[in-house]
């Protein structure tokens, strides 16, 4: 887990003492680039993209690809204060010049199925709106976007970027990768005050983000284990199953498939003769049917929620104390649940 997309700008009204070596920025970096459309100086530095606005350079990019040249592999809190004082050495600007107006923190959790299924576990998150985009995933987000929850198949993102060539590994060995994204917009000043880049250094403020990211999770209402089962009585409802199966599932067809198969298999037309032996069979499918359903999809959401307590901990555990010794900082699922209940109050 690591802060990845950071939006930063430098208000050289603010810090005159920064306008020489700025300058030098647009003088070489920026006069040459200027856009027709918008009118702005705009280009790329270090990674970033950078435009110049009434004496306010504007930044944006990620921190993490900055350091790694992706935001796949790993980062820990060490490389970013590594990524950082590098970055203040390019631009030869102290830190906290640069105020931040955006922040993502974000994490790649490797998990068993394809991250779509546990997507589709997600119905209801506050009064945000669910916006499905590529990748098959899609955010969570409100009109003003002053915050916005996201989930997506990060390997199914680099694939489509074409960005394989920047992984350290070959991609397959990646498995697969749900990217769960918290970014604060115009938010983010409410949540933890005015933050520059130097600020980001703080593990104090690290450490609020990373348990704020957690905590949004559990925000998310999922899918209700305990669906109203069929009731079949009669040839009609069996009928009325199938079409209602066929419709409203994206893996279409399965009851009703299973229906023809059994025609077939005992050469049976559905008819009042042998409905009565059909209902009795279909009955027993379905009845596993949903068990395993309900067992598949319980085991998505328990194995997401422990890989989320998984990714903060770690998260957490990469700080360092006062006497600069690693420490662990450990929360189990339930006391997490525990701490959520009392900030719901």
Sequence with gaps: ?????????LDLNKFPEALEKAQKLVDYELKSYKNSKTNQYENKLFGFRVKLTHKILWFSGSIHKFYKGNNLDSMSFDDLMDALKTLEDNFDIPLKCFEVHRLDLAANIQVSET???????????DKYKWVGYINGGGRYQNKSSKKVVCFYDKIEEIKDKKLTSSLSHNIQEYGNVLR???????????????????????????????NLWAVEYFKINKLQISKDKPV???????EKIALAEK??????????????????????????????????????SLELYYAYNDSFEKF????LDKKIIEAKDSALASLKTKDNKRHDIQLSINEFCQLLKKLAV
């Design 1 to 9: 887990m690591m802060y990845d997309s950071i939006f930063f700008r």
């Design 115 to 125: 991250p779509i299924n546990y997507i589709k576990q997600f119905f209801k998150y």
């Design 180 to 210: 769960f994204e918290l970014r604060w917009g115009k938010r983010l000043s409410k949540v933890f005050g005015t933050l520059s880049l130097e600020s980001l250094l703080s593990e104090k403020i690290y450490e609020s983000a990373v």
């Design 232 to 238: 079949l009585s009669s040839t009609s409802d069996l």
């Design 247 to 284: 419709i409203t599932r994206e893996s279409t067809g399965e009851i009703s498939n299973y229906i023809d198969g059994l025609r077939k298999l005992h050469n049976m037309p559905l008819d009042k003769n042998n409905s009565k032996s059909i209902l009795k069979k279909v009955k027993a």
């Design 300 to 303: 998505l959401i328990d194995e």
